[in-house]
């Protein structure tokens, strides 16, 4: 059976039990399901590298730290979700269409090469998390195996990386977002897995005694660390804290997917409150506890790196499997608007063209298009090679969102609810959203500069497809 989306507009309309009132295949989203995309977007490897950035800052202000950035977080994020109907009552399917309704102009195209470039680049970091989470299986068990002073325990990951894009290949042809909710909820469940395990093997390692240095201020400045380290650490630290909790940019495209009824702004902010609190939750029992286990020596991540966890090695490799899961699941949350994004394009661009309007119906469930198939394979392709040349690129990544962090998650939330509620310039109101736009400014400006000078050490290091 074959049909085209502009047949769907067609046929849809408000009365019909089939379809939304915008004409679109009636939404079937829940509190839960929007709540398993945004966990599956806000936790994700780096809460496993949150007890090296409360390391680097100190107990007290590491634990402020986490407990801000997450404030900020649910703060924004309920105001974005206002923004997803415009004054009239439309709808706005992504990001950029509820700036460009509410703000219009320049900033849209602003926003629109913030929001692409940072989903690219996501896209392109879970490529190497994924390959970096399932070497470190094979890594663990040669240890276990032969002890960790046998020099060749060091995996290759570009089968890893194939194999990825393999996987991603199939899952990509899951025609839009509407249809992830299966693989968030699975992907949220990994999440929560390794999580525990590392707090576990966190509190083992405190109930043990292992002797560790705590510091207020974080690792101290002596020998090995001097005041230069300590100042680009501090910004690292603080950036990937908050970096950590952004997910705005997918926000709309989520809720997008829940029921009209009640509104979608009142169930998109429950889900936002449960994701955010759960994730913080979460980050604040990996960041603190992992500190606790392992002082100002805390490793760069609980289950991959090499001054962390490796015994009980099953139990770690159990982690590190769940944890290529959740990524499998969150490259596809990450990657959805982008496919949504071409091909609403494409439409526009080439309405008469079959070969990109018509779909298939396969097996009465699995919607099929040629133009589909082709283009996003070619894009996961384009991912894992840039995975297989550039090894440093999560390093990029960390640039990515310290730039991105602020205009997604503040500037662009705070203006368009300050244009919807239409608040006065230099009022109350105006001046503390302000404040906080030009707090998270600077913290985006550090956490930038500390993300440039790790990729320029990368850089000097670089060797084509290193393994």
Not at 254 to 280: C, W, Y
Not at 341 to 370: D, K, Q
């Amino acid at each position: 059976m074959e049909r085209t989306s502009s047949v769907v507009v067609q046929e849809g309309g408000a009365g019909d039990s089939l379809f939304d009132d915008d004409g679109r295949i009636k939404r079937t989203g829940t509190v839960i399901t929007a709540s398993a995309h945004i966990i599956t977007a806000i936790i994700g490897s780096g809460v496993l590298s949150l007890a090296w950035a409360v390391a680097q800052l100190g107990s007290l202000p590491g634990s402020v730290a986490l407990l801000v950035f997450s404030v900020i977080t649910l703060y924004t994020s309920i105001l974005l979700t206002d923004c997803y109907r415009s004054p009239e009552g439309t709808r706005n399917y992504s990001y950029m269409d509820a700036v460009r309704t509410h703000l219009g102009g320049i900033q849209y195209m602003f926003c629109a090469l913030a929001q692409y470039t940072t989903l690219i680049g996501l896209g392109i970091g879970y490529v190497i998390t994924t390959a970096l989470s399932l070497g470190a299986i094979e890594r663990t068990n040669c240890y276990h195996k032969y002890g960790h002073d046998w020099p060749n325990c060091s995996p290759s990951t570009r089968n890893y990386i194939i194999e990825f894009g393999a996987v991603q290949m199939i899952l990509s042809q899951v025609s839009n977002f509407h249809k992830l909710s299966f693989i968030s909820m699975v992907a949220a469940i990994m999440s929560f897995t390794y999580s525990i395990i590392g707090i576990a093997l966190s509190a083992v390692r405190i109930a043990g005694g292992t002797p560790v240095t705590t510091s207020v201020t974080g690792v101290p400045i002596d020998n090995n660390t001097s005041a230069v380290d300590k100042m680009w650490k501090t910004f690292s630290a603080l950036g990937n804290i908050a970096i950590a909790f952004a997910f705005s940019i997918v926000v709309i495209e989520i809720q997008d997917t829940l029921k009209a009824s009640p509104r979608e702004n009142r169930v998109m902010k429950q889900a936002t409150f449960v994701g955010i609190m759960v994730s913080s939750f979460f980050y604040t029992l990996c960041g603190i506890v992992g500190y606790a286990a392992f002082g100002v020596d805390a490793p760069g991540n609980l289950l991959t790196d090499d001054h962390g966890f490796f015994e009980p090695y099953w139990l770690v490799d159990f982690a590190n499997a769940c944890k290529a899961v959740h990524l499998i699941g969150a490259y596809q949350v990450f990657t959805q608007p982008v496919f949504a994004f071409v091909e609403r394009w494409s439409r526009r661009r080439w309405p008469e063209s079959r070969f990109i309007t018509a779909e298939y119906n396969i097996l009465g469930f699995w919607e099929f298009s040629f133009f589909r198939l082709l283009w996003r394979t070619g894009y996961v392709i384009f991912t894992v090679i840039v995975g297989l040349i550039f090894p440093f690129f999560n390093a990029f990544v960390g640039l990515l969102g310290a730039i991105s962090f602020w205009p997604l998650t503040i500037y662009f939330p705070t203006q368009m609810y300050m244009t919807q509620a239409k608040i006065r310039r230099f009022s109350f109101a105006w001046f503390c959203l302000q404040t906080l736009s030009l707090f998270c400014f600077i913290v985006s400006l550090l956490a930038a500069a500390g993300s440039v000078r790790n990729l320029i050490k990368y850089v000097i290091h670089y060797q084509p497809f290193d393994p």
